[in-house]
């Protein structure tokens, strides 16, 4: 399928890589023009510039630090200026912290806020009012399986990422008047940069934990975020998008 979301214009936070790069091919391959952000200044620009290979004046990277109000109306100013509006924005962005309640320190913890938690709302913030501006829109927040349950570790990320889940609830009631969805997504484990740290031996039973018992692949992540994107999903708001092989089945 193609086109699915031809005339859009997306900003896609944490987009130089991971499943912030998968969503950003995957959107633009469906039509969409793509505004890249990230702190990642080199590889955001060459994920660009690839894009536009395939698909001439599709995307634009811009330097964005999600905790930064300033840098978020940069982007979506950018955002209109370069491809005339903005419609859909994906809250990728986020970092990982593991130590557990007692092991995390209070600037550690304001840290994975400030990025996970803090950015998320910044980002719909400052996106809000172009997308009254374009007639609505729909704002995809990525969460976690970690935002669903425990895990009995990560105590700021855990928090964070249950604090988006019900962010994103609150935020369709206010904008569903604007015509704007917003709705949540949680992956599972997924085969990116971010758990490139993690040791085998925890990757191997995150991922032997579910039903499907392997670590998902970005794409497969993106195409749920390019339906909550498209209008395939105008009667679906305040949802939660589980993609997570099973693993909160068991
Ligand atoms: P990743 O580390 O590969 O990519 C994250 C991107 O976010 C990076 O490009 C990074 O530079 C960017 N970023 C970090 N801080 C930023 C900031 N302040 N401003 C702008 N950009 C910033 O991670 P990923 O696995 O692709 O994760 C993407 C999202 O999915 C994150 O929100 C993550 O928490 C979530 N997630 C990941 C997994 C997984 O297993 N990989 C599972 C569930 C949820």
Redesign the pocket.
Known sequence: MANRLTGKVALI??????????EARLFVQEGAKVVL????DA??TRLAEKLNLGQPNHAIYVH?????AT?WDNAVSIAERTFGSLGILV??????SLAGVEGTTESEWQRVV???QK?VWLGMKASAPAMRRTGGGSIVN??????LIGSGGSAA?HGT?GA?RILSKTAAAEFAPANIRVNS????????????PLSDDLRDR?ASAGCIKR??R?EE?AYGVVFLASDEASYVTGSELVI?GGYTAL
């Open positions: 936070t944490g987009a130089s890589r991971g499943m912030g790069a998968a952000a990230d702190v990642l590889e955001g964005l630090d999600v905790t930064k840098d809250n990728n962005a986020g970092i990982l400030d990025v996970n950015g990525i969460s976690s399986i970690y935002g990320y990422k988006v997504v949680h992956p599972g484990i997924i085969t990116t940069p971010m758990v490139e995150v670590e998902g970005p992540v997570d």
